[in-house]
């Protein structure tokens, strides 16, 4: 799936190849907020749920179960630490004891998990299993039977959009005094081509008309757009469709006209869809209608608050208008209401 992002995200999304770390726990300063973040995300403290913090040394004050690392190389001093815990259960994983972190981006906009990766040593009582979800979904049941420094990598391959949940849950302990400590707990990301850019989306009204125009700064693999239209700015409809230009590095300016105006106040978006079927979201856009009077199919539609009347081309008055309005007779209708007039032709 490509983001679509404002102009404001281009700073995260315009990464060359490579693989990058979304974000990274090293645990060295004793607490459990990242050490760092990638631009245009934010993160929870990593934290742990019904278990019991284990081996924190007097240096390190907090009740995080901080002692000297535990990292895969001969990094082991005063200076790096782990998070190191107890209380794990034995022959099942309970699914009320577990590691977890939560990773967002602005809302709407799409990324793609590659790995989660971290290093771990236990003791000779510590749990032998460990399972990794994201966002309730398993991604890999892992055996952690070494108790010597090991470095554990675990493919994800998922695209996510918005935020997501990593949970690590360990079980199979002999003993719930059997202690696993974690160390650079890293969630990286792959991003191998440009999103969609969407560098402008607004709406605006145009001779009884709703306007919407969008650009973008560049597009891969881009299909079509799907234009979106709610009432209620949370349940959405299709009223149209525009291709994309596909394969682009310069400026696309897209348009499109909706001519029916039912509410007062309607909400856009737009859906981009890629050639392989991938898709995500735009924000969305509100467009107030405070007066507008429009004929589809014979019928009058009126979205303003007060109640207009109708009169015939003599002034002789015909009926109140409540919308929608289906006239008595063809001709020439004069329309008033408390701030404007129109004549129409039925």
Same mark, same amino acid.
């Given at each position: ?98 590691? !977890? ?151 696309? !300016? ?5 001519? !029916? ?86």
């Amino acid at each position: 799936m490509r983001s679509i992002a404002t102009i404001l995200f281009l700073s995260f999304f315009q990464l060359l190849n490579g693989q990058f770390d979304l974000v990274y726990y090293s645990f060295d300063s004793c607490g459990m907020s990242p050490t760092y973040t990638l631009n245009g995300f934010t993160s929870t403290d990593f934290y742990s749920t019904n278990l019991i913090a284990a081996g924190c040394t007097t240096d390190c004050p907090f009740s995080s179960g901080c002692i000297p690392g535990s990292q895969a190389s001969s990094l082991c001093s005063s200076t790096n630490r782990s998070f190191n815990t107890k209380g794990w259960d034995g022959l099942n994983m309970n699914p009320n004891k577990y590691h !977890e972190f939560t990773l967002s981006t602005y809302p709407g906009v799409s990324f793609f998990l590659s790995s989660l990766t971290f290093n771990y040593t236990k003791s000779n009582q510590g749990p032998l299993n460990m399972r990794v979800y994201v966002d309730g979904q398993m991604v890999s049941m892992i055996s952690t039977e070494s108790n010597s420094c090991r470095s554990i990598g675990v493919g994800i391959g998922l695209n996510r959009v918005g935020s997501t949940n990593i949970r690590i849950y360990f079980w199979g302990a002999p003993s719930s005094d059997g202690t696993i400590r974690v160390d650079n707990v890293r969630l990286t990301s792959n991003f191998t081509t440009l999103p969609v850019e969407l560098i402008d989306f607004k709406a605006y009204l145009k001779s009884n008309s709703i306007v919407l125009d969008w650009s973008t700064g560049s597009e891969v693999d881009n299909s079509h757009f799907v234009i979106q239209k709610s009432k209620d700015g949370i349940n959405f409809e299709e009223v149209g469709e525009i291709d994309g230009v596909g394969n682009s590095n310069s400026l696309s !300016e897209y348009t499109f006209i909706d001519r !029916e105006m039912d509410y007062s106040l309607v909400y856009y978006r737009l859906k981009q869809v890629d050639f392989n079927g991938d898709y995500s979201y735009s924000n969305i856009v509100p467009i107030n209608i405070d007066l507008i009077l429009y004929v589809r199919n014979g019928m009058i539609y009126y979205t303003g608050k007060d109640i207009p009347e109708v009169f015939d081309i003599y002034g002789r008055k015909i009926s109140n208008l409540i919308s929608p309005y289906k006239p008595t007779e063809s001709g020439i209708l004069i329309i008033r209401s408390r701030s404007r007039i129109w004549k129409i032709w039925i």
